[in-house]
C-alpha cells in the first residue's frame, strides 16, 4: 500500500493493555509499516504505553531485539520481595531497562515525532488520567502500575495506577489528539474462559522466601514451571489475575461501543500467561498475523477515505 492513500488522513493508532500480550504490538506496528501504514498518533494504556513510547521514541527495533532475547530466568528477576511490601516488581532494575530499552530519562513527550498519550487511574477518584506533555518515561510509568504488582506512582498529590482500569484500548485519546482514523488494539478479546493457569499443589514450607516463592509461582504460572494438574482450584493471584482481565475484557467492549474505532485488531492471545514476557516471539507474531488476516478491510477503509 501506497503511503499516499493515507497522506491526508491523521492516523491515531491506540495500544490496548494486555501485560505480556503487548508485546503482540510490536509486530503490528511493524507490519503496519510494511504496508506504508504509519500512525502520525500514538497513544496507548499498560504495555501498550510502553511499546508506543519506544515507538515515538524511535526505539522500537531496540525494544524488539530485547525482548526477543528475553529469558523465562530474566524475566524472573524483576520480581522481588521487599521488606516494605508495596509491589512485586523490582523497580530499580525496570527502571534501567526503561531507560536503556524504551525512551531516554530526560525525553519528553512534546519533543517526539510522533504525537503520544498514555491512561493512568486516579486510585482515589478512579477517573483517568491523561499524559500528553511532560517526560516520556513517568507517562509510561504511570500507566503500567498494574495493582499487586508496581507500587501506585504519585503525580501532582495523586496516587496513579494502571490505566487499564478504566480505558483499556485509548481510542478516546487518539481522537482527542486529532486522528481522523484510529486503529485499535484489543488484546484481552479472547481472554476470558482461557486465563486460568493450573498451578500443582504445595508443600507446606516455613519462612518468608518459600512463601513468597509459592505466591508468585500462583501468579506466574508457567513463568516458572508447568503443570499438568486440572483439579486444582486457581490460587489467590491467579484469581487476582483472572478477575482484571474479565473486568478489563468487559471494561473494553463497553468503551468501543461507545466510541468505535474505524479498525480493530485483535490477535489470538489467550494462550499467553499474564506474565509471560520470555514468549515475545509468539506474541510479535501473532501481532504481524492479526494486521494480515485484517489488511483487506484496512486497505478497502482508507482507500475510501
Known sequence: MSTKTTSNLKIGLALGSGSSRGWAHIGIINALAEQGIRPDIVCGTSVGALVGAAHAAGNLDKLEEWVRSLTRLETASFFELTSSFTGFVNTSRLR??????????????????????????????????????????????????????????????????????????PVSVCRALGADVVIAVNLNGDIVGKHLVKTPKQKKKNGVAEAFSNLVKEYAGSLFFDSEEEDEPPGLFDAIAGSVNIAQERITRSRLAGDPPEILLAPKLSHIGLLEFFRAEEAIAEGSKCVERALPEIEHLLQRL
Request: no cysteine; hydrophobic share 45%; aromatic share 10%.
Open 96 to 169: 534501567k531497562f526503561l531507560e536503556k530499552h524504551v525512551a531516554g530519562a530526560n525525553d519528553r513527550i512534546e519533543d517526539l515525532k510522533l504525537q503520544y498519550g498514555s491512561v493512568a487511574t486516579d486510585l482515589e477518584s478512579g477517573r483517568e488520567i491523561w499524559f500528553t506533555k511532560g517526560p516520556l518515561l513517568e507517562a509510561v510509568w504511570a500507566s503500567i502500575s498494574l495493582p499487586g504488582l508496581f507500587p501506585a506512582i504519585r503525580h501532582e498529590n495523586r496516587w496513579l495506577v494502571d490505566g487499564g482500569l478504566v480505558n483499556p484500548v
